[in-house]
């Protein structure tokens, strides 16, 4: 919500909003007749299973050397394969107990000498708001609104932009809405791993584990290791954190405290390499946030085609480096305007716990009010301090915008463009609407904004008049979780990232 660009360098902060759209991985063994010989190799096969993407995968594992052959998905790939290093560490290194780790039960031996031999089956899953199912509902003759979304089935078939998708050696790219994804997969891969491996127990995950830390902290650990290599960079890591902890205030680790995982592509043993990583100095912050009560999250998806986080990433970084006295100014004020807006909202929750009723009353008052009226129910002290405070909230959040579009101007790119300015300016002057704007790196992914009461519905209606389809995501400050049940037959629950093992 806040820090955009900012957070790529400490002390930086930003403001992470989880949600409740979450990526599932379920984990079981497949029992597989394998011949003797293929155990002494220490080789297991893996089957990644997609529904949503209609693939099915099978790699080999190679138990000795912690690798997985012939992979095509880094990200699933790096998470396989740093898990299943931290289990080796976590056995003390011994690969026999490694081994046993992947047979259910006792060794089985039949008369003909044959083991059966435990592979892992892996199926993941993301929720729809994940993808883009705007073109579905455009065919299909349905307005662009959540109710329309509503009618999808959970985890739908997701569908490949159109460029280019008829050739022969093609990868047509899925169409997202910018949530993460790669995060919360990579995340919730891992998570499983490890509980399957019996290395974290997620029943607890706050107690200390074998490593002695918690066991979330060894999932984010893993996690963020997991993607930065598979990403080619180390980011500042907020999504990653995001899908582990949930909704936070978050300043990023120093980049230093991976360079364990660079060195793993230079041949160190893999299990050297993260216990580089869980002893390394991890200096990133992380403080509970979440947005005070009566106030909802809405994501909107204006169809303008998306933006290319990297390449603007890199347009700012550009310009820093071309003109550092004005962006040390730039990003001065921009600190100090995401700091305004963190102040106040943090204030507005500590007055809704202090005096529940007349903030009760002043929110529901707002609800139904463009911000020029709030004024008029700061009738008395409390209220007028509640009002207050909303009030410095949307100016804080102007001058985040401005702050923003200057640096994009300055930088050559579209932070928030245009088209992205008419719809947010649209959005703040609409009732109930406490801020609105575009998250992250901005530019022409998605918009969000931050509605008091009841007033969401009005909102999304308004949005559907202008082409914007809002999505049916709600903010929920959960991160990682162990769920019961196969998510397709027990239905979806709150959180970002999420596991199921049987």
């Not at 190679?62 to 052959?69: G, P």
């Not at 499983?192 to 902290?217: I, M, R």
């Not at 580089?276 to 204006?302: A, Q, S, V």
């Not at 100016?395 to 579209?414: C, K, S, T």
Request: hydrophobic content about 40%; some cysteine.
């Amino acid at each position: 919500m806040t820090g955009g660009y900012l957070i790529l360098e400490r002390p930086n902060a930003g403001l992470v909003l989880s949600t409740n759209a979450r990526f599932y991985a379920i984990v079981k063994p497949i029992n597989d007749e394998v011949k003797p010989e293929s155990w002494a190799w220490k080789w297991t096969d893996v089957k990644l299973t997609s529904p949503q993407l209609s693939r099915e995968s099978m790699y080999k594992l190679s138990l000795n050397h912690l690798t997985l052959h012939d992979s095509r998905n880094p990200f699933v790939e790096h998470a396989i394969q740093y898990a299943i290093a931290a289990a080796h560490l976590a056995s003390h290194k011994d690969k026999e107990a490694l081994h046993k780790l992947f047979l259910q039960g006792n060794l089985q031996v039949s008369s003909f000498s044959t083991f059966y031999f435990s592979s892992l089956d892996i199926t993941i899953l993301g929720s729809n708001d994940f993808y883009s199912y705007r073109n579905q509902i455009e065919s299909l003759g349905l307005p662009l609104t959540p109710e329309s979304l509503g009618t999808l089935a959970p985890f739908a078939s997701i569908t490949f932009n159109s460029g280019e998708s008829n050739g022969a050696n093609c990868k047509p790219e899925v169409a997202k809405t910018g949530l993460g994804s790669s995060a919360a997969m990579t995340t919730a891969v891992v998570a499983a791993l490890l509980h399957y491996l019996g290395v974290v127990d997620l029943s607890d995950p706050c107690k200390e584990g074998k490593f002695g830390c918690s066991d979330l902290d060894v999932i984010h650990m893993i996690a963020q290791a997991s993607h930065c290599l598979a990403q080619g960079k180390v980011g500042s890591g907020f999504d990653v954190s995001c899908a582990v902890y949930g909704s936070q205030r978050y300043v990023r680790f120093s980049p230093e405290v991976l360079s364990f995982a660079k060195v793993a592509v230079t041949g160190l043993p893999l299990h050297e390499v993260i216990g580089g990583i869980l002893k390394g100095k991890w200096d990133h912050e992380r403080t509970e946030f979440c947005l005070p009560p009566l106030m909802n999250l809405f994501l909107g998806e204006p169809g303008s085609g998306g933006s290319s986080t990297p390449s603007m990433v890199g347009a700012v970084k550009k310009w820093q480096m071309s003109d550092p006295e004005k962006a040390r100014e730039n990003w001065q004020k921009l600190s100090d305007a995401n700091l305004e807006l963190e102040t106040k909202l943090n204030s507005l929750s500590k007055l809704a716990k202090e005096h529940w009723d007349v903030y009760l009353g002043v929110i529901k008052s707002c609800s139904v009010l463009t911000s020029e009226k709030w004024v008029l129910h700061a009738t008395e002290p409390i209220n007028e301090a509640i009002i207050r405070e909303l009030l410095g909230a949307r100016e804080a959040m102007l001058r985040i915008r401005i702050l923003m579009r200057q640096m994009g101007e300055a930088a050559g790119v579209p932070i928030e463009p245009e088209s992205q300015t008419q719809l947010l300016d649209s959005t703040m002057n609409a009732e109930g609407v406490l801020v609105a704007g575009v998250p992250g790196a901005g530019g022409f992914d998605a918009i969000f904004a931050i509605t008091l009461g009841d007033s969401g519905s009005k909102l999304t209606q308004a949005w559907s008049s202008h082409n914007v389809l809002a999505l049916l995501v709600k903010e929920d400050p959960h991160g990682v979780c162990l769920e019961s049940g196969d998510p397709r037959t027990t239905g979806i629950t709150s959180g970002v990232s999420s596991i199921h093992i049987e």
